[in-house]
């Protein structure tokens, strides 16, 4: 089973400044890695798939690198309405098994 | 638009059956490209992934909870559902159903439903 590391677990930022996410896997998925975003209380939303392709409709200060076992989220500046949560889930090759990250909480600093 | 809403069988005691259904408007499940996936959150903790089934009634499950669970589908009522058995303390939490996208090499999953919470207690 692929493993998912998730650093750090919380990041303490203003908003403007610029976000690093990681999310390191335990072997190789290739670029079959994607980014959700989770606000209190609210379901999960679909950030990037494919390592580095925005979602409809997300805007451009998230971008996604990164390929075989280590992966980057960065938000390039920003707004009070990104602090979340934020996971990263993979699909191993075969059998396509999915699982995701522990979360990286981006807190208000 | 795609919208997806979960439903279930309330409260569990422990050692029971949990029973979802994910009922999904706006799009035929028979249509392909997409896998239809259960998701649960406990209380306060990440994601985890259940498992997911195809429109043609195959599926892959998390190996960690394949020995409890099913998942199957109506295409007539445009659902599918989820059964988890032997159920404990530690199946507490928010579960939701979710579209992945087949198409993608992450088989992404972009449309969630709202989630319900179904507890385990006696």
């Known amino acids: 089973e692929i493993v998912l590391t998730q650093s750090p677990a919380t990041l303490s930022l203003s908003p403007g400044e610029r976000a690093t996410l990681s999310c390191r896997a335990s072997q190789s998925v290739g670029t079959y890695l994607a980014w959700y975003q989770q606000k209190p209380g609210q379901t999960p939303r679909l950030l990037i798939y494919?390592?580095?392709n925005r979602a409809t409709g997300v805007p451009a200060r998230f971008s996604g690198s990164g390929s075989g076992t280590d992966f980057t989220l960065t938000i390039s500046s920003l707004e009070p309405e990104d602090f979340a949560v934020y996971y990263c889930q993979q699909r191993s090759h075969w059998p396509p098994v999915l699982t995701f990250g522990g979360g990286t909480k981006v807190e208000t600093k | 638009q795609l919208q997806l809403q979960e439903s279930g069988s309330g409260p569990v005691k422990p050692s029971q059956t949990l029973s979802l259904t994910c009922s999904v408007s706006g799009e035929f499940i028979s249509s392909g490209g997409y896998s239809w996936n259960w998701i649960r959150q406990a209380p306060d903790k990440g994601l985890e992934w259940i498992g997911y089934i195809y429109h043609s009634g195959s599926t892959l499950y998390n190996p960690s909870l394949k020995s409890r669970v099913t998942m199957s589908v109506d295409r007539s009522k445009n659902q599918f559902s989820l059964k988890l058995t032997s159920v404990t303390a530690a199946d507490t939490a928010d579960y939701y159903c979710?579209?992945?996208?087949?198409?993608?090499?992450?088989?992404?999953?972009?449309?969630w439903g709202q989630g319900t919470t179904v507890t385990v207690s006696s």
């Open positions: 494919d390592a580095s």
């Open positions: 979710a579209r992945g996208i087949t198409v993608t090499m992450s088989y992404a999953m972009d449309v």
